[in-house]
């Protein structure tokens, strides 16, 4: 299940990017708003935009992972004990956030996470359900388009004069 994540993850969000930027670029080249009004634009870039949280979040957890010792996410160092151990302070899952320090006690903390995982793990996931909130109003919009109002009365023939 694990392995299914890691590698079915990054390739949907990849397929759901190329698809949402081959979209755009349909819509740049015929002017019109009408391919991103669809539903099916709204779910691939809402499941790109998730996708893209999903990556981003996940970066954020794996900072300063190590495989030997996964419990030492503040060295990054394994089993290499010449170096001196860090500590882990403080670790939230949401906002994504690792601190460590040199000392036990926690003074001089820095962050472990990098600048831009938070802002777009926010960002990505706004995107996300924005397109999800737009779906039934490009299904509405599509059904208005089609014809689905008052149907327009045909007007008799002329009667033919004279004849």
């Known amino acids: 299940m694990i392995v299914l ?3 079915g993850v990054p390739v949907l969000t990849a397929a759901m990017t190329g698809a949402t930027f ?8 015929s002017r019109s708003l009408r ?3 669809r539903t099916l634009a709204c779910f691939q870039l809402s499941l790109a935009a998730f996708g893209i949280a999903t990556l981003a979040f996940g ?6 992972f190590s495989v030997p010792d996964p419990y030492a996410q503040c060295n990054g160092t394994g089993f290499d004990r010449t170096v001196p151990q860090r500590h882990l302070v403080t670790k939230s899952v949401f906002p994504v956030s690792i601190v460590c320090s040199d000392y036990p006690d ?6 472990q996470v990098p600048d831009w995982v938070n802002p777009t793990v926010f960002a990505a996931s706004g995107v ?22 008052p149907t327009r009365r045909e007007q008799p023939d002329a009667a033919p004069t004279g004849g």
């Open 22 to 29: 081959v979209r755009v670029g349909i819509t740049v080249r």
């Open 106 to 111: 926690g003074r001089d903390g820095d962050e």
């Open 5 to 7: 994540l890691v590698i």
């Open 35 to 37: 391919p991103l009004l």
């Open 128 to 149: 996300g359900i924005a397109a999800l909130v737009a779906i039934p109003f490009t299904a509405r919009e599509r059904r208005r388009r089609t014809g689905a109002g």
């Open 59 to 64: 970066w954020g957890h794996l900072t300063g």
